[in-house]
């Protein structure tokens, strides 16, 4: 199976040449789902691989659109339906001037089996554009979704494709983008988009819930070895979405989280992060993180954000984006004492980072595990929206604390039958690849 395995690879290799963060997630997953391969060759015989691999559809559209200027503008905008074996595609749109296709692929890859996990009926999608909304006014941010939508409305649907935020997509632009796709449809179809405002059908606790997710995981694993989350001291890079509400979480279980960072640098507060302040540097002003270091004496902002690694830490959550944690990244933190890796952000580490880390022992959370209750929580406003009511705060996060406790023992059991018992990574594979297999094998040659 090994070797049929490498055939694959290489059949991937030269089919997608260049997409090299599509090729580094299909390589993980596949190589540790050989067990699996190995007690079920029907997913061989009957190329569960080579299908899996191969994305359903791929949409790319021209988006124009109008500056304050009056300048025009012209954009790229992509959707990868990836996999509809389990339910309707669903997965973030990330609006990034370095978004492509070998990057939506590798995201749209990860969803599948990260949707999966969820145990909630969500197939895997994801899309997005080249687009900066960094330093552009409301309007022009509006016109951009409005084009963006103008096209991709006709490929959407609360049974089709679900899209939600990702990195530069947040409420704002979730809301332009429902607006419009309102209008053009002529339709309330709350259930389209998720992420929504709670005012027009979205979820409660769906903008925490990445970051609530990533870290009640996290407690799970470390509970399990005896290790009190209290009192540790955290690293977070990132300031958005994910790293905000991760600092909320760890905050309130009591431990001191001592960074986080944008594109530009890193920010260290000794006497803990200030997320109050975070909140309104990020969220109200749209600036940029350097800006806490000018009201927080203590603290210091260092340019760059790879020297977030280099400080000392009893656990990393990488909450920023994909391969911030690269070999010697992850070499420092070892050397520093890490005890434990939580990915917030998709794929942060890289392939030979994770096998670093997991020759060292430090217990690691992998993304499509760790991060997993943002879609979830986007699955539950798709329930939500088809009964047409609102479940509480207290409600949705319950809820959420279970899917992440599932999630959790899910991946620990395929790690302890197949695999070693605490490879996470591995055991989160199997236990989502089995699902989407299976799923694949019931519904024959589609
Ligand atoms: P946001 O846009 O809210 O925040 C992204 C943060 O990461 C910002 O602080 C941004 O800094 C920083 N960042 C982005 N790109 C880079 C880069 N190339 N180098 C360094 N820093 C960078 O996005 P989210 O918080 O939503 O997403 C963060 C990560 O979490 C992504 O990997 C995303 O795919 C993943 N994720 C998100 C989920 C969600 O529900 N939103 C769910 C699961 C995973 P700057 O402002 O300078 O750009
Ligand atoms: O990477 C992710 O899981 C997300 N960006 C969330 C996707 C969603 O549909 O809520």
Redesign the pocket.
């Known amino acids: 199976m090994k070797q049929y395995v490498q055939d694959v690879l290489e059949l991937v290799k030269r089919r997608n040449a260049e997409q090299t963060e599509f090729l580094s997630t299909v390589k993980e997953v596949l190589t540790t789902v050989v067990p699996l391969l190995e007690e079920n060759p029907r997913y061989r015989d009957e190329k569960i691989l080579e299908r899996m691999v191969e994305c359903e559809r791929i949409i790319i559209f021209r988006v124009p659109w109008q500056d304050d200027k009056g300048e025009i503008q012209l954009n790229r905008g992509y959707r990868i339906q990836m996999n509809s074996a389990i339910g309707p595609y669903k997965g ?1 749109l ?1 609006f ?1 001037p ?1 978004v492509n296709l070998s990057i939506l692929k590798f ?1 749209a890859f990860e969803q599948v089996f ?1 949707n999966a996990l969820t145990g909630l009926p969500i197939g895997g999608g994801k899309g997005g554009a080249d687009f900066d909304p ?1 330093g552009k006014s409301d309007n022009e941010v509006m016109h951009f979704c409005q084009s963006f939508m103008t096209e991709l409305c006709r490929h959407i649907g609360p049974n089709v494709d679900v899209p ?7 409420g704002r632009e979730i809301g332009y983008l429902f607006g419009q796709y309102k209008r053009i449809r002529d339709s309330y179809d709350a259930g389209v988009l998720t ?1 929504k405002g709670v005012d027009y059908w979205g979820s409660l606790a ?1 903008t925490e ?3 609530y997710g990533l870290l009640y995981f996290v407690k799970n694993m470390l509970d399990d070895k005896g290790i009190d989350i209290k009192g540790k001291t955290v690293v977070v ?8 509400y991760a600092i909320e979480k760890a905050q309130a279980f009591g431990a001191k989280v001592v960074t ?5 640098g890193y920010v260290y507060d000794p006497d803990g992060i200030d997320l109050a302040a975070v909140k309104e540097i ?1 969220q109200v002003r749209r600036g ?2 350097k800006e806490y270091a000018q009201t927080h004496p203590k603290a210091e902002y260092h340019e760059g ?1 790879k020297g977030v690694w280099t400080v000392k830490c009893d656990i990393a959550l990488p ?4 391969s ?1 944690i690269d070999l010697e990244s992850a070499k420092a933190l070892v050397a520093n004492g890490v005890q434990a890796v939580g990915e ?5 580490s890289t392939l030979d980072a994770i096998a670093y880390f997991q020759e060292n022992k430090i217990l690691f959370a992998p ?1 499509k595990a760790a ?5 979830a929580t ?1 699955a539950l406003e798709m329930a939500q929206n088809s009964e047409r009511l609102q479940w509480t705060f207290e409600e949705v996060d319950e809820r959420l604390h279970r899917i992440m406790k599932n999630i959790y023992e899910s991946a620990k059991r395929n790690a302890e039958k197949y695999a070693a018992p605490d490879d996470l990574v591995a055991g989160a594979n199997i236990a989502a690849f089995k699902k989407v297999a299976d799923v694949m094998l019931a519904h024959g040659l589609v």
């Open positions: 973030g990330r990034h370095s995201l990260k960094k939600a935020g990702d990195i530069g997509v947040g992420g769906r819930a990445t970051g890079s990132g300031s958005g979405n994910v790293a905000t986080c960072s944008d594109s530009n990020k940029r993180i954000c909450c920023a984006t994909q911030e917030g952000a998709n794929m942060p993304a991060n997993a209750g943002g879609v986007s």
